[in-house]
């Protein structure tokens, strides 16, 4: 058996979005993949998303958009993580995230911006290939 | 030699003397994972009888149709679903699609008034006016429908937590321009059990949200009798991921449990069951759909007469809603989901929608632009004015396979309704995550099929052409929200607070005990109370619900 720890990867739902059902299928494939998963479930706040990375220590976080929020609230994310010295924590974004806001986003060091129709074969690889540590 | 015999060795014979081309899969299945049969004969519904499985339309069991000529008398009303940014954007919306024809508003809200916050609360950041159109009190509603006589129009309004909240403020808003609660059409979406189930919007905890839905349907019953109460939804559950059978049998059974809950109040099935309508999703299994929609009246109109004992034709006949599934819709290629959305609308009128919503090609990428809006309209138009599809009813019935299908479906939703039942009820069930782990697997195996492209998705699986898309956006501007909350706080120090205040503090009262609550959430509207304000006094009594994150 491998002793290599398992990559630990949380999957959330920031804001009011309730679409779950892309974030959960991930969920599903990325542990089928071997990773160890956390999903925080919906209605997750900046501060609940930065504690639950806090107290739960993942290599990368996934997070789920699709009601057109995350120009709003993914910045706030990163400087809260910033804040608390969290610097090698892989960020993705996916969802409804058009093209225009990508490099907005990525100024403010997200990553990944899978939407609809995403393999999720290329979703796993996309983690493995860029985790920070 | 019976008839049967006869066509099962004939069926044998022909299968072993023609050559078959070797067939292009294992085996057929549709998306309730149905095999499907190579050929149909009458050997496949051999119980078959007209008169207690078909009927006549607008008759019991209502299996082909809910009115007698159907759409030779009027055509489904075209609903466009519609609401962005603020109540001046969205006013401006609807009358260029009454101007186009739309026959009836179907209002689409803003995140933050789904959950009954005000857009001055922190967690309504990022979110105001971006997935409809942000209201927070009784001056935004007039602004909505400034313009539009509402006792003329219908309008459906796609809301469930505070439903009761925008009943009341359409009631009022009616009132202002003149009009009395009788002459006002329309609908509020008001299912809270699919909220636990699918959607994931709810507010309240079930037992407290199912007395304030049942406070809706009595207070309708007397005083709004042309208001349809709540629109049992299934669209939300196809879209978190389930299959065909699951919406049919989970969205019955949420109809069974309001049932149950007004019987339980005292109301009289015949008062409150001609009030209710479905509204159902179209995915992309053409005949799977078209049967769908016809189990559903069957199994409806035979619970309703047998198990309820309602009396009156009317109770036991269902009426829905379609809107195309918006989760077939692919980001790629997006232009190719004109042919999607088209055959989608045309299974739910040949399944006999009463009204119908056509998704635009756009919104796997963003909410349509009014140029995508105007297509979707124009393809319910063409299947309506072109096709011919609707010279006649129920086109489809007497098909081997569209018979064995319906009966197969409606067979399946039954094995639902055991569990389910098994479980005590839809409450228990959802408490236990049935529904939720049920759907859950669906979708992950669908997604798992199209990844090993069992299933073919045109341009993502197959046929792809790795192009950067280019159709035009909507974005939301967003110092939208920023001018929402400014009015909001200019609201609150111009109104009278002490009114306000009082008016909040008698809904409090009556929420702890047993009283109807709906007059006493109009008292708060008409002194401008926020949707906020009023759903915080609630919370206080009722709690709030938290649901286990399960995937």
């Given at each position: 058996m491998s002793k290599e720890r398992k990559i630990k990867v949380l999957c959330c739902k920031p804001g009011l979005d309730g679409h779950d059902r892309g974030v959960k299928v991930l969920a599903r494939a990325l542990r089928d993949a071997g990773m160890e998963v956390i999903y925080t479930g919906i209605h997750q706040t900046p501060d609940d998303i930065v504690n639950t990375v806090i107290q739960e220590d993942p290599d990368a976080v996934m997070l789920s958009m699709l009601s057109g929020s995350h120009n709003a609230i993914c910045p706030i994310i990163m400087d809260k993580l910033k804040e608390h010295g969290i610097d090698d924590v892989l960020v993705a974004v996916g969802g409804i995230i058009p093209d225009e806001d990508k490099t907005f986003l990525e100024s403010h060091g997200l990553k990944g911006f899978y939407g609809p129709g995403t393999d999720l074969k290329t979703i796993v690889d996309f983690v493995k290939n860029n985790l920070k540590r | 030699m019976t008839e049967h015999d006869k066509i099962k060795q004939d069926k044998e014979e022909w299968e072993n003397s023609i050559s078959l081309k070797k067939e292009r899969k294992q085996s057929f299945r549709n998306l309730s994972e149905i095999e499907i049969n190579r050929l149909y004969t009458p050997n496949d519904i051999k119980d078959f009888n007209y008169a207690l499985d078909l009927g006549f339309p607008g008759q019991y069991p209502f299996t082909r149709g809910a009115y007698p000529n159907m759409y030779r008398g009027q055509l489904w009303t075209m609903r466009q679903f519609a609401g962005f940014g603020n109540a001046e954007q969205t006013n401006k919306r609807y009358k260029f699609l009454i101007n186009h024809g739309n026959t009836g508003l179907s209002v689409a809200f803003s995140l933050h008034t789904i959950y009954g916050i005000d857009a001055t609360d922190p967690r309504?950041?990022?979110?105001?006016?971006?997935?409809?159109?942000?209201?927070?009190?009784?001056?935004?509603?007039?602004?909505?429908?400034?313009?539009?006589?509402?006792?003329?129009?219908?309008?459906?309004?796609?809301?469930?937590?505070?439903?009761?909240?925008?009943?009341?403020?359409?009631?009022?808003?009616?009132?202002?321009?003149?009009?009395?609660?009788?002459?006002?059409?329309?609908?509020?979406?008001?299912?809270?059990l699919k909220e636990y189930i699918a959607q994931k919007s709810w507010i309240f905890p079930p037992e407290p949200s199912m007395r304030i839905i049942i406070d809706t349907i009595e207070y309708c019953a007397k005083y709004v009798p042309q208001w349809y109460t709540i629109s049992i939804s299934g669209y939300h559950i196809r879209e978190a991921g389930s299959t065909a059978v699951q919406e049919l049998a989970f969205t019955l059974a949420d109809g069974f449990a309001y049932v149950e809950a007004a019987l339980?109040?005292?109301?009289?099935?015949?008062?409150?069951?001609?009030?209710?309508?479905?509204?159902?999703?179209?995915?992309?299994?053409?005949?799977?759909?078209?049967?769908?929609?016809?189990?559903?009246?069957?199994?409806?109109?035979?619970?309703?007469?047998?198990?309820?004992?309602?009396?009156?034709?009317?109770?036991?006949?269902?009426?829905?809603?379609?809107?195309?599934?918006?989760?077939?819709?692919?980001?790629?290629?997006?232009?190719?989901?004109?042919?999607?959305?088209?055959?989608?609308?045309?299974?739910?009128?040949?399944?006999?929608?009463?009204?119908?919503?056509?998704?635009?090609?756009?919104?796997?990428?963003?909410?349509?632009?009014?140029?995508?809006?105007?297509?979707?309209?124009?393809?319910?138009?063409?299947?309506?004015?072109?096709?011919?599809?609707?010279?006649?009813?129920?086109?489809?019935a007497g098909s081997y396979y569209v018979e064995w299908l319906t009966n197969k479906m409606e067979e399946e939703a039954e094995n639902y309704f055991q569990q389910i039942?098994?479980?005590?009820?839809?409450?228990?069930?959802?408490?236990?995550?049935?529904?939720?782990?049920?759907?859950?697997?669906?979708?992950?195996?669908?997604?798992?099929?199209?990844?090993?492209?069992?299933?073919?998705?045109?341009?993502?699986?197959?046929?792809?052409?790795?192009?950067?898309?280019?159709?035009?956006?909507?974005?939301?501007?967003?110092?939208?929200?920023?001018?929402?909350?400014?009015?909001?706080?200019?609201?609150?120090?111009?109104?009278?607070?002490?009114?306000?205040?009082?008016?909040?503090?008698?809904?409090?009262?009556?929420?702890?005990g047993t009283e109807n609550l709906m007059p006493f959430i109009i008292d708060a509207i008409r002194e401008y109370a926020s949707i906020g304000e009023i759903i915080n006094v609630l919370k206080e009594i009722f709690g709030a619900y938290h649901e286990d994150s399960i995937y």
């Open positions: - | 309504a950041l990022g979110e105001i006016g971006k997935e409809g159109v942000a209201i927070d009190s009784l001056k935004d509603m007039q602004t909505l429908f400034d313009g539009i006589d509402l006792s003329k129009i219908s309008t459906s309004m796609t809301i469930n937590g505070p439903a009761s909240i925008l009943l009341a403020l359409y009631i009022v808003t009616a009132e202002k321009q003149g009009h009395t609660p009788d002459q006002l059409r329309g609908t509020i979406q008001n299912d809270i339980e109040r005292g109301l009289d099935i015949d008062d409150f069951a001609p009030r209710l309508s479905f509204f159902f999703n179209s995915h992309n299994n053409f005949f799977e759909e078209v049967c769908k929609y016809r189990a559903a009246r069957r199994i409806w109109a035979r619970h309703m007469k047998n198990k309820y004992e309602a009396k009156k034709p009317e109770s036991m006949r269902l009426r829905f809603h379609t809107q195309t599934a918006g989760v077939s819709l692919a980001a790629q290629e997006p232009e190719n989901n004109i042919a999607r959305v088209t055959l989608q609308a045309l299974a739910s009128v040949l399944g006999g929608t009463q009204s119908l919503h056509t998704n635009s090609f756009d919104e796997a990428l963003c909410l349509p632009t009014e140029n995508a809006v105007k297509i979707a309209l124009r393809t319910q138009q063409i299947i309506a004015y072109e096709s011919g599809v609707t010279d006649t009813v129920d086109p489809l039942e098994d479980l005590g009820g839809v409450i228990p069930a959802i408490k236990a995550n049935f529904f939720q782990k049920e759907i859950a697997n669906a979708s992950y195996k669908y997604q798992q099929e199209i990844e090993n492209r069992e299933r073919t998705i045109v341009a993502v699986n197959q046929f792809e052409q790795r192009e950067p898309c280019s159709v035009p956006l909507l974005k939301i501007d967003e110092e939208i929200a920023n001018e929402q909350i400014r009015k909001l706080n200019k609201l609150k120090e111009e109104r009278d607070n002490k009114k306000v205040n009082e008016k909040l503090e008698r809904l409090k009262e009556a929420a702890k």
